[in-house]
């Protein structure tokens, strides 16, 4: 081996150490290399993670026109905004877009002339790079507002990323998908109520538009029912709050649907179980707050009874026919308050409560051997009919037995359609698994009923006819029925015994001038007597007659 010297020595781990570096030079170039073809790749993806969608679009005398929103420049060769038309689901044009201004978004105007023989539109919106299309809009349907061989209506405005929602002489139809149009909506209020008529079975309400109109009403519509909603009763901070957004974060769902095959099913056995059959489609009234992540809260609907109404499969005669309320916990129908009439031909029940539930209309022919011949007989069977009053057993109904304060407790908040409260401690001698329990608690959560200073209720106290008449006259201020008497005693003036009232003179004088008690005789009122079972009937009747719960 020849020998060696150190400047060989020394060459030679240069040599080696020039290497090594060269090696981990090209290793860590390859990488970066490498990282800089995925960031490349991944560009176009990143830019164009979009979106894109109509801030309006209006079909009118044969023109499309309109804006879209883009919240990416896209306005060269390359990268472009292009709206397609179609009618009967028909490709008809394509038309670009042009950039008009930057306002939180990009916005594009289009407009585009298409024949005026169709009566609806479908468009979508699209950005494209090329001839690929990389972000788009769901399509959305919009209205002639002057199509040929139909009278003029109403302008139309739709809203980006969803179905349309166009208005004609008040009314808003709205698509299966149940968008409303914020805009849209909100301008129609400034002209008054609305209607908001469904193709589906659901109804997306933009919480933003409903600031400011809280006189105003929104009736929504399908072939499955009606609901009328005063816009004061969606307390729109409580339900934001609830939800954990701000007021323009949330929408209130609305739905009206015809209840599923086994609920309906159901329905139909509970019916039957009460002696009744059913005349209308069992249909779930629902209304909540949601988030666009789809949690929701409910709507407390207070003390303020909203209508709604099914339609019903024949005439009825009204004093055998009753609104029931079904209760999906105990398979149950009661009564609720419900009014019957026949509107273009169809005929329909008008029901009122303060919340959501299931409805349907059940017809019964009740009578009692006992009252045949008794002064209470029409207002009893009515009652019976409305399944408000039961009898003591099928066939009796005991007219002049006394009632109790937990029976007739019982019969005011099933006569205002209550939703019943779980039982309560309220009263030392009323024990939560009493009959009547549930019955109290949701009465005295009502106001409508009070007990006595030592904290009892006395549940099974035969009832005065003045506690009988305060009740009521406070089940009819529940119901928002005004029962003011400036002068009290000269409505009491009249009845010698009036001086024998302990406490409710101004309850009886009410009662008495609404027409809800009369006297005795002609010049005796009675308050201290005990009610009976007719007497009471007949008071709830006449309650339910002047606070048009029932016809």
Not at 154 to 164: A, E, L, N, Q, R
Not at 456 to 470: G, K, V
Not at 490 to 507: G, M, P, R, T, Y
């Amino acid at each position: 081996m020849a020998n060696l010297n150190l400047q060989d020595l020394t060459n030679r781990g240069t040599n080696r150490r020039n290497t090594v570096l060269n090696r981990t030079f090209v290793k860590k170039i390859s990488a970066m290399l490498s990282l800089i073809l995925i960031i490349a790749i991944m560009v176009p993806v990143l830019a164009f993670a979009a979106t894109v969608g109509f801030s309006s679009v209006t079909y009118n005398n044969g023109t499309v026109s309109g804006t879209v929103y883009s919240d990416v420049y896209a306005d060269g060769v390359s990268k472009a905004v292009y709206v397609r038309i179609n009618g009967n689901n028909v490709l008809l044009t394509t038309t670009k877009a042009t950039y008009s201004v930057y306002n939180n978004n990009y916005l594009y105007t289009f407009s585009q002339s298409i024949s005026n023989s169709y009566t609806q539109l479908s468009v979508n919106s699209a950005v494209y790079q090329g001839n690929t299309s990389v972000v788009e809009s769901a399509y959305q349907t919009v209205n002639n507002t002057t199509f040929i061989g139909s009278g003029s209506s109403g302008g139309s405005s739709g809203g980006g990323g969803g179905g349309g929602s166009s208005i004609s002489n008040g009314v808003i139809s709205v698509s299966n998908d149940g968008f409303v149009d914020s805009n849209t909506l909100s301008t129609a209020l400034t002209a008054g109520d609305i209607t908001l008529k469904l193709s589906g079975t659901v109804a997306l309400i933009p919480a933003s538009a409903l600031v400011g109109n809280g006189s105003k009403t929104i009736t929504v519509t399908n072939d499955f029912g009606t609901y009328v909603l005063p816009v004061s009763v969606f307390k729109l901070e409580d339900l934001a709050k609830a939800l954990g957004i701000e007021v323009k974060d949330l929408k209130i769902k609305v739905t009206i649907a015809k209840a599923d095959a086994t609920t309906s099913d159901a329905v139909k056995a509970a019916a039957t179980a009460v002696g009744g059959t059913q005349l209308a489609d069992a249909v779930d009234f629902n209304v909540v707050g949601i988030d666009k992540d789809s949690k929701t809260t409910t709507v407390d609907f207070g003390k303020t009874y909203v209508s709604r109404s099914v339609n019903v499969s024949k005439a009825v005669d009204a004093s055998k026919t009753t609104g029931v309320l079904y209760n999906e916990t105990t398979k149950k129908v009661s009564f609720v308050p419900a009014t019957f009439t026949t509107v273009d031909g169809k005929n329909v029940a008008n029901i009122k409560r303060n919340g959501n539930s299931i409805y349907t209309v059940v017809e019964s022919n009740k009578s009692f051997a006992d009252v045949a011949s008794h002064w209470s007989k029409a207002d009893v069977e009515l009652l019976a009919n409305k399944l408000v009053v039961e009898g003591s057993t099928d066939t009796t109904f005991e007219p002049e037995r006394n009632i109790t304060r937990a029976e007739f407790a019982a019969l005011a908040v099933r006569s205002l359609g209550l939703t019943s409260a779980a039982p309560a401690s309220t009263f030392k001698d009323v024990k939560s698994d009493a009959w009547y329990a549930s019955a109290v608690a949701t009465a005295t959560y009502a106001g409508i009923i009070n007990g006595y200073e030592d904290n009892t209720f006395r549940p099974d106290a035969q009832i005065t006819r003045e506690e009988l008449a305060a009740i009521v006259i406070r089940a009819m201020n529940y119901a928002d029925i005004s029962t003011n008497v400036p002068d009290p005693q000269s409505v009491l003036s009249k009845f010698k015994d009036s001086n024998k009232i302990v406490w409710a003179q101004k309850e009886i004088a009410a009662a008495v001038n609404a027409g809800i008690i009369n006297g005795l005789t002609d010049d005796t009122i009675g308050s201290a007597s005990k009610a009976t079972r007719a007497q009471s009937a007949t008071m709830l009747k006449r309650f339910l007659g002047t606070a048009r719960f029932i016809n």
